[in-house]
């Protein structure tokens, strides 16, 4: 063994390059960060429990929107590759881990973080870095990962290093990327934190240290919360708009030329995907374990989204009403099952929320998706997947935009569809039968 001291050795190894990198989990958040460890020249490994992934990854198919699969293909040239099992990936000097943290019966399910802390254990080698980027309630890295990863035997800050950096991508969003969004990152002692800035210092163009990994672990939340309660505060505003008489779209547009004290959001039918139904509620549920008290924006701005889906349904009724239908029998198109535009990921979409209410009135429903999930996955489409296209649009009673996603025309939907309910404003500015949300 060199004299050298472990977080010495370990900041050589990945100014070098030469520190072996796996990243747990090869999803939405792991595969990029493994693709962008490979693209600045570090070995690189992916471990991954869903067989189908790793078949899809081996055979150079990427199912996350951001990685083509010709920067994947690059990638396997380059040495990287997928495992289902840890063991059989080979040593490590730097681990990040990117399992998901769901909520399972509204109460954190960490089940994931810890199988995968348990498997690192038994791997974790003198000077090993373990980061983890799933998103968590504060305290999760010291108190629930940190007694994990010592029982190898290691101790942190001296012979293991270990930290936290909540993950900022936004699927779909091509302005900003993994890249130059910066990265807060965190440590559980101040030579984990050195070695954590400079591992993402050879990702990111630019890192954030904050003092400990529980403030990095509350940074993700208050960015989800702040999201997801302003996302709240306009879809409460649409309803009350509607009623009143006033055109949302065009008040949110003039408030928006305010240079400054104003951030744009915009209503829609709920909130979906790995993140705003679910992080707020890790942030209450710890506050309310630990305080014993009740985080009333999460609880409210929960309500409010969560009652939209109810909401474009009834919109949507009332709509057909107007032309004497009935939702019972109506050819109904809704465009978008995803939960947001441009990603494949169908997560807690609001979009399966309205399908299944619009069957349930009887409804003869068929969908546009041009981003299927990956074969296998998840989520089989709960109605018939109709291409996108002048006839299904003409053929409807009712035409349902649900996904602004980049495929779907807003003058072809206007010029073909005999009655619309736009719940994302893309045909205000078009001439149309029906209304927006
Ligand atoms: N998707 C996003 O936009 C986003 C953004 C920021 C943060 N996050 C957070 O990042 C985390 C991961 O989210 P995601 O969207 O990438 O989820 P994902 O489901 O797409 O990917 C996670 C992957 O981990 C695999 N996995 C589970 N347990 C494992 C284990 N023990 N070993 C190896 N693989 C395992 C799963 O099979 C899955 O493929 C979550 O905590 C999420 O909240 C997601």
Redesign the pocket.
Known sequence: MSDVDPATELLRRIADRTARVVV????????PVAMRAVAVGFPVVG????AD?VAELRAGRSY?SDISHAELGHALERGYLAF?D?AEAGPFDVAV??????LRDGVPDL???E??AE?LTRRLRLGSLVVL????YPGTTEELVRPILERSGLRAGTELFIGYS??????GNDDHGFVDTPKVVSGVDEPSLRCVEAFYGALVDKVVPVASAAEAELV?LLE?TFRHVNIALVNELAMFAADLGIDIWSAIDAASTKPFGYMRFTPGPGVG???LP??PSYLSWRVKRRLGRTFRFVELANDVNEHMPDYVVTRAVVLLNREARAMQGSRVLVLGLAYKAA?T?W?ESPSLVVVDRLLALGADVRACEPNMPIRGGPFEPPVPVVPYCREELAASDLVLLLVDHPEFSPAEIAAHASLVLDTKGILRHHTFHGETL
């Open positions: 747990i989990g090869q999803g939405y958040v792991g595969l471990v991954e429990t869903s992934r996350v289902t840890l881990v990117t399992v998901p943290t769901p089940s994931h973080v199988a995968a498997h980027e799933s998103t968590t909540p993950e900022r991508i936004d699927p993700k989800n995907g790995h993140c679910i992080d990603t990921d997560r």
